[in-house]
């Protein structure tokens, strides 16, 4: 089996802390695919036995019983956990909530959590629909995958990411990786924290992904979609808007065209024949050369709601990214901009989308930089089902080369007031009751895993990718907790000091990168192509719309009525919070406003001074992190010690390219020096 | 025959032109392979007829007389043209002097010169070497090429050119296209205008080109070396300089190895046993990555002498590049500069080469800019062969998509005296004199066709490949003059008038180029990668040491002794001419100081206004050419004029986007407003 590296979820661990349990399953509704898995979980993770029935077993009494049917939850994946008589039960209606119950019963033995006799606790999933997406292209490579090649497809042995544009030699006859025993581990550790859908294939389907859908691909799909059942996890598959023409053979795939239609109800019919269980289809539709519905003079709901209509009879849905603008803008036209686009496009279409439809929206209006206010399509819909998107993949947030837990900013935007007051539901909390179907609601992760030895390139990706699942599971949790509990999850034998060290550095990761990167919500300053490392200008005149509008006497972005007029597709509490210079949150003051660099901050600096201060303080705090590593050697095994101690040492050097690129850019510019006269290169 | 184009030589217009013409050739020295080639291009391209013998043929009298032998000239490639009782008489030493003095006898025909009666000249090369340098790959690519597929290599029918980073499908067993109508075809054009030497592949020898010195490719290299060899033009390789280890299976490339000598001896051995004519290697050693001597801590004498006394026994060269720069360069370090690496690397080395190494230098000190001076190199060497390189391919100058006509440049460059006095040498005739073997030196270009329709993507750069060669056969040639030619003789069925317009678009491109991309000699404003359209800050911050320090007060990269030291590597004349801002011609102020915006030029304007209105009129320049050539719709042939209006249009949006980009940009930094008012986007 293709795995080094158990992530939060080693067997190693977990069998000293199980040897004595047993334990005992009862099911009223009898065993299914789920309940088969949960006993194997025991078997393969666990150092007890499983008792055979749900009394003594050979005179031993079990001490863990997890009881599915009856219990009278709402929720069919949440779980009650008590004890009476020295024995844990957990209960839940289903085997699927069974089995997230065990896993939160191991978490607990590792972190020391104990229900007491007597006590209890109930857990119900914040959000219905907690999905994965990968980006992986059937030739193996990850689009904007930082963790090595793709773990479903690919040829066995070749396990770098390659260039995700230029396609690579690939099996036709069968382009999957067929390595099952990794994907059971990654199924296994993704329902240990709840995650219940995953798409395999990039939403740019390019090439042979196109025929996935169909057979004899479809068939692979199949094999992939039960080993996931098992731990219900549903498969997705993004689809390619034009597949009536670059599969199906048609001339057309106008939503309204009756052939079209009948193509994609005998397609759906038949991936539901093969696989009943399968999920949906995620779609990115006229999105950055993608085809889709506008070609044809239909709007967005018109494409969705057809592929809704074919999906209906099984249960099926359509996740249908609301990641629609114009890439094709002039830096010359300041009236025109990206972050206005998903709104346009889609509060008028508010209600207008079938029940099974979920418009799954980027969490910003931009595009996951390091800082942005919520997208406001978050605060404004009010009939339609809304799915989240994370990238956890760190695409601008590092390269999953710099420490950098993202989980942070996450929470940080979906605690934002749905109506952008003091006292309103968090956007976290408001999905449910603007939904068409409160069932299809939820947040979905752009994975950050590979083929490479640890997952995710660097080990504390791992975290990023936990505290997604954690983060959907149970919207009250903070980042702080999550990032204590993966310390102690991923280095149990590290001890208290140790983990508190680590979880220090990750609880900072965001900010930090975010100091030595974008200045005060500014963002886009990468390398081109790569989006990691620094290239000040490289976005400035280009077509993609990402600008800082930096010159000699100020930089920012004008998104006010007098700009882009993005402040006016908020609610007015936060419109007026955010259009209002002297009021809007510093770390977004540049992602709203242009000022001059002696603007004065709320901190009392002034902004060229706040660049300087920022870019300095960053680059000190990852010597921090440095020297903070450097004290775990011999206490944190071998290869994860080494691992991270490599990509610290890169993220050194990338934050001080960083520091001086910027710093001297603004310096440049702005002719300021830095009143405590540190080094500016000229 | 894949052959559309026929450039400057065009059967059509030349056979009506000599359809009364009876030829004669008289051959003292016997029939030899370019004899019989010569016989063949009468036949080919002439209306006329080849007499069997030297007298009358059937009664006809030739009138135009080829003689081979004793005709006492001192260069072998040189030919005298004379005309007495009316018959025209080609003279030289041998038949390859036929060829050249035919060819010049056609270009006579067409642009209407005639040798009259009594009358006569002389043309003897300026430059014994005249080579063509082809970076094309193995796998059908060509590194920079613009005009469409190799066309050495390849499988036929994939005539585009694609990412010659990323290999592409090729066919192991024989790369090479094999279309040998169009080699001809190419051959013959190249010695139409004196071309003497060609090499087939890539200086960066990747993958599989590392072979193409030893069988079985070297077989297919000697089919090319034949048909070439007709035309007087000698094949070379790239070679790899580790291919002792890559090819030979040895571990060391150490020049100072003799297993490493003993693999390279016999390695040329087995290449002259098969080429005869052989022209020698081509080294792009210890540059951009690519393995050389100073890995071994040799010199770069140690490492071309090596393959020099391989070679020597053949009466082969090797050309061995000066391009050796520090391609890690880090901007914050302003004292380093890799306009400075070549001198500082070969200067010392000035009289260690052997006699049969050629030291290929670039024109100027940086990478074929738009504005340089002259490499420094070129002054200083004083017992050095020097190949002085060129880059016909337009890899900064606009792609083959911008009308852009260096041989402008190149002329201007080489002008220069070689002791930077206003009395010396200009270099362009300085060669021979300084060399160890004056047969030793010459010119090289880096070819610019592909398999494209008009081999060279846009029409327009057919004038380049065209000037390149006259430039290396005549010397005394003006731009202008060339200019005039081509447009003759590639149009003339156009008339004068519209001759002279096309003729004009050209002489004043190279200017216009400059103008909208480049000011005052900054360069390196380039898209980083693709090295088309602006990208002002792309090449700021990297390695590659392409820089414009601009900053709110000024702009210019300080060369002099209180910079990079680049003015102390010429002689005195130039030293203080370059060094001092005030005498430092307008167009390399930039490329030799850091000047305030402020700074006045020599014509009295400023700086930041000579850069505004100089890419406001580079623009209205491109518009004129665009409705120059619009007035001569259907005046030229459909195919060409499509080609040409296609390119303009395309030149036009390129030149708004450097106008725009670049004005912003320093408008940005200054601050100084447009003193005409004209619209700088903010």
Redesign the interface.
């Known amino acids: 089996m293709n795995v080094q590296d158990h992530m939060w979820l080693d067997p190693a661990v977990l069998r000293p802390l199980t040897r004595t349990d047993v334990y005992a399953l009862d099911l009223r509704g009898g065993e299914d695919r789920r309940s088969i898995r949960l006993r194997g979980e025991i078997l393969e993770l666990t150092g007890g036995r499983l008792a055979s029935g749900v009394g003594d077993d050979g005179g031993v009494r079990p001490n863990v019983v997890l009881a599915a049917g009856g219990c009278g939850l709402a929720d069919d994946d949440a779980f009650r956990m008590s004890r009476a008589d020295g024995v844990l039960r957990i209960e839940g209606n289903t085997s699927l909530a069974l089995l997230y119950g065990f896993y939160a019963y191991l978490r607990d033995l590792v972190l020391g959590r104990v229900v007491r006799e007597g006590d209890g606790r109930t857990e119900s999933p914040s959000h219905p629909m907690r999905m994965i997406d990968h980006w992986d292209q059937i030739d193996g490579t990850v689009e904007r995958g930082y963790g090595g090649a793709s773990i479903f497809f690919g040829i066995p042995g070749e396990n770098d990411n390659g260039?995700y544009e230029?396609e690579r030699?690939w099996n036709h006859a069968d382009p999957f990786r067929n390595d099952l025993g990794r994907l059971t581990w990654y199924a296994r550790l993704l329902a240990s924290v709840g995650v219940n859908g995953i798409v395999l294939n990039n939403v740019n389907v390019r090439g042979g992904a196109r025929r996935l859908i169909v057979e004899p691909y479809l068939d692979k799909v199949a094999e992939l979609a039960d080993l996931f059942d098992g731990f219900g996890i549903a498969v997705y598959l993004s689809v390619h808007f034009a597949a009536p023409i670059s599969v199906g053979g048609l001339s057309s795939a106008d939503p309204c065209d009756p052939d079209v239609r009948a193509w994609w109800m005998h397609t759906a019919k038949a991936i539901y024949e093969r696989i009943p269980q399968f999920g949906g289809f995620l779609v990115k539709a006229d999105s950055e050369g993608e085809p889709g519905p506008h070609e044809y003079g239909r709007t967005q709901a018109d494409g969705a709601n057809m592929l809704a209509e074919a999906l209906r009879p099984y249960g099926g849905r359509v996740v249908w990214r609301a990641f629609v603008y114009d890439c094709h803008l002039d830096?010359?036209d300041?009236t025109r901009d990206r972050a206005v686009g998903a709104y346009e496009t889609f509060q008028p279409l508010d209600g207008a989308f079938a029940d099974n439809v979920c418009l799954q929206i980027k969490f910003g209006p931009v595009d996951f930089q390091t800082c942005e206010p919520a997208n406001p399509l978050l605060h404004s819909l009010r009939a339609t089902n809304i799915v989240v998107e994370f990238q956890i993949a760190a695409e601008y947030l590092g390269h999953q080369i710099d420490v950098n837990f993202a989980p942070a900013q996450w929470i940080d935007v979906m605690g934002q007031p749905v109506d952008g007051g003091s006292d309103g539901v968090p956007l976290s909390r408001s999905l449910r009751a603007r939904a068409l179907d409160p069932a299809n609601v939820g947040y979905a992760g752009v994975a950050n895993v590979g083929m490479g030895a640890h997952w995710t390139g660097g080990v504390f990706a791992q975290a990023s990718l936990y505290g997604f699942g954690r983060m959907c599971w149970d919207a009250g949790l903070s980042a702080e907790h999550i990032a204590d509990e993966w310390a102690a999850l991923t280095f149990p034998g590290a001890g208290r000091n140790a983990q508190g060290k680590i979880a220090a550095i990750l609880k900072s990761s965001n900010r930090t990168y975010r100091d030595y990167t974008a200045p005060l919500g500014v963002g886009w300053m990468f390398a081109?192509?790569d989006h990691y490392g620094?290239?000040?200008?490289?976005f400035e005149?280009d077509r993609w719309g990402g600008v800082n509008r930096?010159?000699?006497?100020g930089v920012g972005v004008d998104r006010t009525s007098t700009g882009s007029g993005l402040t006016e597709q908020y609610p007015s509490a936060l419109r007026d919070l955010y259009a209002d210079p002297a009021r809007c949150p510093d770390e977004l003051l540049l992602f709203f406003h242009w000022v001059p660099y002696g603007h004065v901050l709320h901190g009392g600096k002034t902004v060229v001074q706040h660049i300087y201060d920022t870019h300095f303080a960053g680059v000190e705090r990852v010597r921090e992190y440095v020297a903070a590593w450097d004290g775990l050697r011999g206490v944190i095994d071998g290869p994860r010690f080494e691992n991270v101690a490599e990509r610290l040492r890169m993220q050194l050097d990338n934050a001080v390219?960083w520091r001086?690129?910027i710093n001297?850019?603004f310096?440049?510019?702005?002719?300021v020096p830095d009143e405590r006269g540190r080094e500016i290169?000229?």
């Open positions: 260039s230029h030699p830096w010359r300041r081109r192509e620094p290239s000040v200008c490289a005149y930096a010159d000699r006497d390219a001086d690129q001297t850019f310096h440049r510019m702005s002719g290169y000229p």
